[in-house]
């Protein structure tokens, strides 16, 4: 299936580059620092007392949250300078035109490109985040309610975020498409801190421009998701109880609803089309 063929040479081409040996050296790095700090965190003395067993998990929980905030930025970036680039460099570079040259249709190239970038960012969201999970269980007895739903949910966040990537990079430069990509992302999550001060204050015109954003770009609706998946009930209660429209991005009290991800799913499906439709019509 000329999908797959072009979904193998868009992951040969990324073990090629440098980048690969370098984001795993850094992961690697960051996992050794996070085992010594759980390390030390589960052998803390105060006043000459170990702590409690619950404290201690307690703050692994936080710093779980906060592990997976962080994540989730270097996880937009990733996706933005991957993606864009499968698409736009062979298109700068006249390799393109050696491909169409054969009866290859220009949609089957997207997808193509789309699939490997995708199916790439996903093995590392499990790798990554799979060992950092267990070295925290391993240091402090600790692991999240639903650590393979949170991975699943940072998944759908980087395929959001791969998808505008390379629909933009049919007709933008590759630094430019990336650009964008990581932007929105951005811009997403500030519309989430704004429909939650909205429902804070009361003022639903502020919500719901919120909301709008969100569903423009819905990368932070599947962060909010992967959060929820990743706190401990004793969180999400004790954010219900200090109300719903708290401007904390590490505080939800429920799950992105059904429809949501159903809306997520057809963005993806729509905003990929739209980069096909526009690849067919550029002039290569």
Known sequence: MIVLLFADLTLRELARRRVVAVVALLTLVIVAFTGWGMHRLATSVVDGTPLPDAAVRATAAGIVLLLAFLFSFVLALGAALIGAPALAESIANGEILAVLARPIRRGDVVVGRWFGTVLALAVYI???????????????????????????????????????????????????????????????????????????LGNMKLADAGTLVTLFFPSDALWRGAIYALEPAVFASAAAASGAGTPNPFEVTAPPPPAMLVWAVGWIVVVLVTGIVLFRSRDL
């Open 126 to 200: 499990a790798l990554a985040g799979g060992i950092e999970l267990v070295v925290v269980r391993l240091a402090t007895g600790y692991l999240p309610p639903h650590p393979v739903t949170a991975l699943a949910y940072l998944t759908a966040l980087a395929a959001v975020v791969t998808t505008a990537a390379i629909a933009l990079a049919a007709r933008l430069p590759a630094p430019a498409a990336g650009i964008v990509a990581a932007l929105l992302f951005g811009l997403a999550w500030i519309g989430g801190i704004v429909e939650a001060i909205g429902l804070g």
